[in-house]
């Protein structure tokens, strides 16, 4: 599903930028400050509905401007598939094939994108809420009902949380445990299935980056040893002191060993960007194995804080890969991947092809 055009206005620094991708390499160039990791943002933005920088939209709108607006172009088997999404202070607007989105997750279906950034190794240093929406990403392409009852399990949780903030009764609270549990185990079961697949190619790549051994797994959310509506039931008075659901899927980490050691703040920042990218490297050939998806990778100055070694081993795993490469570097010169399809350079927003 390589992206083969994209269009942005307002966006950041740019003012209006068009580009035409490569199926197989794109490279960007240009200073540090020029808008390079801008347009980047754009088509993650375009894949995703959010950004991998800041969770505030007017952040992403162009000085001056009321809103930005973002078009693409995915090539589907057999078919040319628009996307575009549009961002102001009234929040976001999705359209695919020239309608209404009815949720973002149809863009990311469309356009199956992924980051690989200099802040890449914050998917191991910061707290499970980020793992999570690792995790989510993968699962949501590899078992396609997950999203709605992800939905669902989110909705049921605001109403069990919103009458534990009001005092309710326990009758009253429990009333929403049995479609909770129900949602519950599925989201665990897939998130745990998905686990379990992802360890193997992780695990390799990994052992190549890092000459490590990997081990990922999953918990929960609550005691192995409890069933989630014996967990519920034994957490009612922290509930109850609480006013909130103290255990579920929404408090669920994946767990992280390099050679059988836990590994948030034990190892080195190099490490943590070698090891963060083994999983997202890993994750998008989950994808690619047995489907009609060509994921979307975007490289973001791979050369930064990585000594040589590092970088050319990073850039084999990349080149291994069945994907479509947009790539950023300050170096015009950058050949690690071979020749590019189409080149650009930007500077101060304007950008040209060369």
């Known amino acids: 599903m390589p992206l083969r055009r994209i269009q942005v206005s307002d966006f950041r620094c740019l003012r209006s930028a068009e580009i035409n991708l490569d199926p197989r390499f ?66 976001l607007e999705a359209r695919l094939a020239g309608t209404a989105a009815s949720s973002l997750s149809e863009l990311a279906a469309a356009l199956p994108v992924q980051i690989i950034d200099p802040e890449v190794h914050r998917l191991i240093e910061e707290g499970p809420s980020r793992r999570r929406r690792f995790m989510d990403w993968g699962v949501f392409h590899v078992e396609h009902d997950f999203v709605p009852h992800w939905q669902r399990y989110q909705q049921v949780l605001r109403q069990r949380n919103a009458a534990l903030k009001t005092r309710q009764a326990r009758s009253l609270v429990s009333a929403w445990d049995h479609d909770l549990t129900r949602l519950a185990e599925y989201i665990t079961s897939a998130r745990t299935r998905y686990v379990a697949r992802l360890q193997e190619s992780a695990a390799a790549i990994a052992h190549r980056l890092l000459g490590l051994e990997l081990d990922l797994g999953y918990r929960p959310g609550w005691s192995r040893d409890l069933s989630f509506s014996d967990a519920l039931k034994a957490n009612w008075a922290h509930d ?25 703040d034990r190892i080195s920042r190099g490490q943590q960007k070698l090891l963060a990218a083994s999983l997202l490297l890993a994750q998008l050939t989950l994808l690619t194995n047995g489907e009609l998806l060509r994921p979307t990778l975007l490289l973001d100055d791979p050369a930064a804080e990585l000594d040589s070694e590092r970088l050319l081993n990073l850039i084999q795993e990349v080149g291994q890969q069945s994907l479509q490469l947009v790539v950023t570097s300050l170096s015009e010169s950058f050949g690690a991947l071979g020749a590019p399809g189409r080149r650009y350079r930007i500077c101060e927003g304007d950008l040209s092809e060369s």
């Not at 002191?241 to 992280?256: F, H, K, N």
């Open 240 to 264: 109850q002191d609480a006013g909130t659901t103290q255990v579920g899927p929404q408090r669920a980490e994946l767990s992280i060993k390099l050679g059988g050691t836990l590994v948030k």
């Open 26 to 91: 794109t490279l960007i160039t240009g200073p540090n400050a020029s808008g390079k990791t801008s347009l980047l943002e754009a088509i993650y933005v375009l894949g995703r509905g959010r950004s991998f920088r800041t969770r505030k939209i007017d952040k992403l709108i162009r000085a001056g401007s009321d809103e930005f607006v973002i078009f693409g172009e995915v090539v589907l088997p057999a078919r040319l598939v628009s996307l575009g999404i549009r961002g102001s202070t009234d929040g």
